[in-house]
């Protein structure tokens, strides 16, 4: 049982020298308890103490890592069940389906969906990070090329899925250094799974067909010594997955319930056969509670939406993101190039810089700063408006860089132009388009 934030303080060196960042050590001690704070951050505590402390001290959630290198996918972690309270911190992975069943040409396309799916969005790159490779054969030696094919041809996470360990081992015996997961420890296999992840120091997922074998099958795992577990409670239908994934959320962090303290994975690819449903589950699963999201295949237009998402809710929301301000040059702009001006939260950023370049039209672009917020929120906040606009624009030096001191303003803010003439004399003020679609067809009309 984990100990209470009193229990902790006791243990603690009682000096109250706020080296740890707070102020006192029970306060420090509270934190402990909550799972917010590391008892690294504490330089004094006795070696009796530390070990005493362990079980306090470690994540609610233990943050499991698969793969290596650049590409290597860090899930649970979690220290909340709500992202207002703070934000979430490890992104769930979504991985590709291949079975040794499959012909080679399905094989090769779906390796070459996996690398090819990638998309640029607010200066990040998006894509998938996992290939499930599934033992349908029951061959070891089959099971093994394609692992190792799986190998050559993709740069991702590797899940190897069989019941059967001496399928497993074969495929490790082409992987074990890219640290793949094992899929999965089941009540018929768990002391030979285990041997396998302790061998190769890979992580290792669990399957049960409840919520209790699945906390029997972890104890029997972190009792043989396994630390890296990722749990499938084995529900395939949405609603008990959905289920399943709040309690085990909730276990781990409300009752610091450590046998359910691991990250999960989820099979929307198994709770239906329709893409699109598919898709529509996997997106409860980024939102509500799924470490590793398995999908039965990647199509662009189900991926990306699910890749934005994961990215909207894996971002701060008390902090938008937002663009450093300034002046971007887009092409080559000289004297006579188009001048704008927009707000630097960063979709309007990358959706507005985007848009003058397929315009091909040179221009230089200002980006104020108004905090992260978009056009019309900061507008309406006062922080987009001809006073503190007129300052950035006269501070910023765009005047020396053009000949012809007009500037377009987003049509969004055309309430702003006449203060702006006022604010900014010599000026002219120049009405955009409102949607960042139409600004292509507007370029293509300027003139000096
Ligand atoms: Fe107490 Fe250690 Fe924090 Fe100092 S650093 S206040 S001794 S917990």
Redesign the pocket.
Same mark, same amino acid.
């Given at each position: 049982m984990p100990l209470t934030g009193i229990e902790i303080f006791k243990l603690?060196?009682?000096?109250? /020298?706020?080296? /740890?960042g707070?102020p006192? #050590?029970l306060a420090?001690a509270m934190q402990l308890a909550a799972g917010k704070a590391q008892l690294s951050? #504490?330089?004094?505590?006795s070696e009796e103490a530390k070990a005493k402390l362990e079980e306090a001290a470690a994540p609610p959630i233990t943050p499991v890592t698969i793969g290596v290198g650049d590409r290597a996918l860090k899930v649970g972690g979690e220290t909340v069940m709500f992202r207002h309270e703070k934000r979430f911190d490890n992104p769930p992975g979504f991985a590709i389906l291949i079975s040794d069943a499959m012909d080679e040409s399905e094989i090769d396309s779906r390796l070459e969906r996996f690398s090819q799916f990638q998309y640029e969005r607010v200066g990040l790159t998006l894509r998938p990070e996992l290939v499930a490779v599934k033992d349908e054969s029951g061959d070891a030696a089959k099971f093994e090329t394609l692992v190792n094919k799986v190998k050559q041809n993709s740069d991702g996470g590797i899940i190897l899925i069989s019941s059967n360990p001496d399928v497993l081992a074969a495929g490790l015996k082409a992987c074990a250094e890219r640290k793949p997961l094992i899929y999965a420890a089941t009540e018929d296999n768990v002391a030979r799974v285990a041997d396998l992840a302790k061998e190769n120091s890979c992580p290792v997922a669990v399957r049960a067909s409840n919520l209790e074998e699945l906390t029997q099958l972890t104890t029997k795992l972190t009792e043989a010594g396994v630390k890296d577990i990722v749990l499938d409670s084995g529900s395939r239908t949405l609603r008990q997955a959905f289920e399943d994934q709040v309690i085990i959320r909730s276990a781990a962090l409300n009752k610091k319930f450590r046998p359910l303290g691991f990250p999960t994975i989820v099979f929307p690819c198994e709770m239906t056969d329709d893409p699109m449903k598919e898709a529509v589950i996997a997106s409860i699963f980024v939102a509500k509670y799924g470490g590793i999201i398995v999908l039965s295949d990647f199509q662009g237009h189900s991926l990306f939406p699910l890749l934005v998402e994961r990215m909207n809710i894996y971002t701060d929301p008390q902090r938008p993101l937002a663009t450093t301000e300034g002046i971007y040059e887009i092409g080559s702009p000289d004297e006579n190039s188009p001048v704008l001006i927009t707000s630097n939260f960063s979709l309007t950023y990358f959706i507005v810089s985007g848009e003058i370049e397929a315009s091909k039209v040179s221009s230089r672009l200002l980006v104020k700063d108004t905090e992260g917020l978009s056009v019309m929120t900061a507008w309406a906040a006062g922080k987009f408006v001809a006073d503190a606009i007129a300052p950035f624009v006269k501070k910023s030096g765009i005047g020396d860089m053009v000949k012809h001191h007009k500037l377009i303003i987003p049509g969004y803010a055309a309430a702003e132009s006449g203060g702006l003439e006022e604010e900014l004399p010599g000026w002219e003020i120049l009405i955009g388009p409102r949607e960042g679609s139409h600004i292509p067809a507007y370029l293509k009309t300027w003139k000096t």
């Open positions: 603690l060196p009682k000096t109250n /020298c706020g080296e /740890c707070v006192t #050590c420090f951050a #504490c330089p004094y505590v």
